[in-house]
């Protein structure tokens, strides 16, 4: 068992003027919150450029802009770079450092564009008659890679455009399909494909050329749906070749994981060349070293199985041989970096209920932590120095500058300062226990902002999604405790048998068990709470999850039916049977339960909650994204019809204009209001 000392951030102790009250931390505050990223160093690490996103609440949207940092400077102001209605997103140096290049809607389209640093308007790189999705500059700054959309029997990118527009326009809206995707994640499918292209750069730096095909040949996308991005592909440090990661998609695209590394010449003029073909499962993010002499990429072992280990794996560009590199470190790689001696692999990773920044020595293997408690986000290395954004659980992302030797960190921007002068957060703790199977399952507890010695307080029980997540010690713009603990309640949250950072078995042990250690994880973790934390009043718990926290909010229904006051499921799963036919990645419900439906539906059925309706009791928030075709609304639809058929206190809300996750500003602030006047009719009363 261990214990971790209660943590409270800067911004709790922080005094904004001697009349200045404390208060707590809410929606209102989550929503306007400036938000950093994209943190991307010079090549001489001498300044850094980022993303901060802001949002305009009249338009109910955010807004993304460039900022510009001298990092060898303490206490350096940053200079923000670009303005206007439409964002800049994406930054990139040009290899010599002059100017930054990025992406934006500001011409009516979304094109490249290029900052001088010495000053000056950006001008635009692209003029091209589709949106340019994602870029990439070569290293010598002869050329271009991008991505977009198109139809890839079209011979040019203005037939794509055409035959798009008439679509739209077409009085007949029939869409005929036969094969999946039919829809993806928010998307239906309408026969276009992410293409990776590439241009020539003339000596200004502007698209000098028309774009060639790269990938066009292949039946994918780059970068893959839905998440994809520019970490897809990369090209080779003299610049002449570009490798890339795709699925080919055929007719089994919808339960195949088997994305493969392909080479490409920089300059078209041959096909694709495949170079992880003998891998069936997942190979992705593949970067050359600095010297060109070795590809670096991460693999999965298993096909089928998007939760697999992610480990990394060294190409020899001259012979092809391939290994492991610290093959014996049972953690999952998020994203890596080259340092640029090329002796160093920089890469993050869950880590006990962290997300942590680590150096893997590119020859041994060796692994050290760079980082100790918190989140690791997006990150740059140059040189001797590393620039990363780091969140922790009563602290939105900031940007930190540290060596790749490590030691202490130093904050370099001071976002949202003002805007939380006065905000007291709550105080966190990491807790351990013992869970299922008598092994070691972490959490972590959170006090109310205002919390009193010898009070108790009402508890938000928070079940992660997934299920291989990890509900640790992080910032969330959805699911964030700080919400409740500014509204007085403690918070608890567990990361189950399933989650991700305590090894690949810990994670492969829900497979199949989806109603089993998981309930009794919960079970024992708010019991070992609230013995451990007096504070905690157990007699007032409402117990709330989304995607699989809101499968198993079902599950508790009713095979934990008299454990809470109340319960919340955001776009949780109902009926497994109609979630294996409905939902659109087949790949996750197949793997989950050994096979297909008609093929082992015992599996399915063991664990589904449609069968225990009969024994639910306990009042029930239902919320759905109306554009979620992970969790179909159906899904929704039959809990709030149960729930309303056997007479339990229940509301449903729908998002027309939401999926799986709740973004808009306007219904952000909804959400919270609708659930935090559940909690309060069910909780607030002793």
Request: aromatic fraction near 12%.
């Amino acid at each position: 068992m261990i214990s971790r000392l209660f943590i409270l951030s800067a911004a709790a102790l922080a005094v904004g003027s001697a009349y200045a009250a404390p208060r707590g931390f809410t929606a209102e505050d989550l929503v306007r919150l400036e938000r950093v990223g994209s943190p991307a160093l010079s090549p001489d690490a001498s300044s850094l450029v980022y993303t901060v996103r802001s949002t305009n609440m009249e338009k109910n949207k955010g807004n993304t802009q460039l900022y510009l940092l001298d990092v060898r400077k303490e206490n350096a102001q940053p200079v923000r770079l670009t303005q206007g209605d439409a964002s800049s997103t994406d930054p990139e140096w040009s290899p010599k450092g002059d100017a930054i290049y990025f992406l934006s809607a500001r011409s009516g389209s979304n094109q490249v564009w290029r900052q001088p640093i010495g000053g000056g308007e950006a001008v635009r790189v692209t003029d091209l008659p589709l949106d340019v999705e994602t870029f990439r500059l070569s290293p010598t700054g002869e050329r271009i890679a991008l991505s977009m959309a198109v139809f890839r029997d079209c011979p040019d990118l203005a037939c794509s455009k055409t035959r798009a527009a008439a679509a739209n326009t077409n009085k007949a809206t029939g869409k005929v399909y036969d094969r999946m995707f039919v829809r993806h994640w928010d998307t239906w499918a309408d026969g276009r494909n992410g293409v990776l292209f590439s241009a020539p750069l003339d000596a200004s730096g502007r698209v000098s050329g028309t774009p060639v095909s790269l990938s066009g040949s292949l039946d994918g996308n780059v970068p893959s749906k839905p998440f994809g991005d520019r970490e897809d592909y990369r090209f080779s440090p003299d610049g002449q070749s570009i490798v890339f990661s795709v699925r080919i998609a055929g007719k089994s695209e919808p339960w195949s994981t088997n994305f493969d590394v392909y080479q490409v010449p920089a300059a078209g003029g041959a096909a694709p060349r495949n170079l992880t073909a003998e891998n069936k499962a997942w190979d992705a993010k593949a970067a050359f070293s600095p010297d060109g002499k070795t590809l670096a990429y991460l693999a999965m072992k298993r096909p089928g199985f998007e939760a697999d280990r992610f480990q990394l794996v060294f190409m020899d560009v001259a012979t092809g041989k391939k290994r492991n590199i610290a093959a014996g470190w049972d953690r999952s790689i998020g994203e890596f970096r080259w340092s640029s001696d090329g002796k160093t692999i920089l890469a993050t990773a869950d880590d006990l209920g962290q997300h942590r920044l680590f150096a893997i020595d590119a020859a041994g293997g060796k692994v050290k932590a760079l980082t100790d408690k918190g989140y690791v986000g997006g990150f740059d290395v140059q040189g001797d120095t590393v620039v990363m954004s780091k969140a922790n659980l009563a602290s939105p992302a900031q940007l930190y500058r540290t060596s790749l030797a490590g030691g202490d960190a130093v904050q370099i921007t001071d976002l949202n300062a003002e805007a939380l002068k006065d905000v007291k957060f709550g105080e966190y703790e990491q807790f351990s226990f013992k869970g299922a199977r008598g092994e070691t399952v972490y959490g972590h507890v959170m006090k109310p902002w205002n919390a009193v010695a010898g009070e108790k307080y009402p508890v938000a029980f928070i079940i992660h999604g997934g299920p291989q997540g990890s509900f640790g010690n992080s910032w969330s713009y959805r699911w964030n405790p700080q919400t409740y603990a500014g509204a007085g309640y403690a918070s608890v949250f567990i990361d189950f048998h399933g989650s991700t950072g305590y090894g690949q078995k810990f994670t492969d042990s829900i497979t199949g068990d989806w109603g089993g250690k998981p309930l009794e994880d919960l079970k024992k973790g708010l019991a070992a709470a609230t013995k451990k934390y007096p504070w905690l009043d157990r007699e007032r718990s409402c117990a709330l999850g989304a995607s699989y926290g809101g499968y198993m909010v079902n599950w508790i229904a009713g095979n934990w039916s008299d454990g809470f006051r109340c319960l919340v499921n955001h776009d949780g799963i109902f009926d497994t049977r109609g979630m294996a036919y409905a939902t659109e990645e087949l790949w996750f419900t197949e793997w989950e339960n050994g096979g297909t439906y008609y093929d082992n539906p015992a599996a399915y059925e063991k664990y589904n909650p449609v069968h225990h309706v009969k024994k639910w009791k306990t009042p029930m928030l239902v919320i759905q994204g109306d554009l979620d075709y992970r969790v179909p609304t159906t899904q929704a639809l039959g809990t709030f019809s149960a729930l309303q058929r056997r007479g339990i206190d229940s509301q449903l809300i729908v998002f027309p204009d939401e999926n799986h996750w709740v973004l808009k500003p306007a219904n952000s602030l909804q959400w919270h209001k609708v659930v935090k006047a559940w909690l309060d009719t069910h909780l607030k009363a002793k």
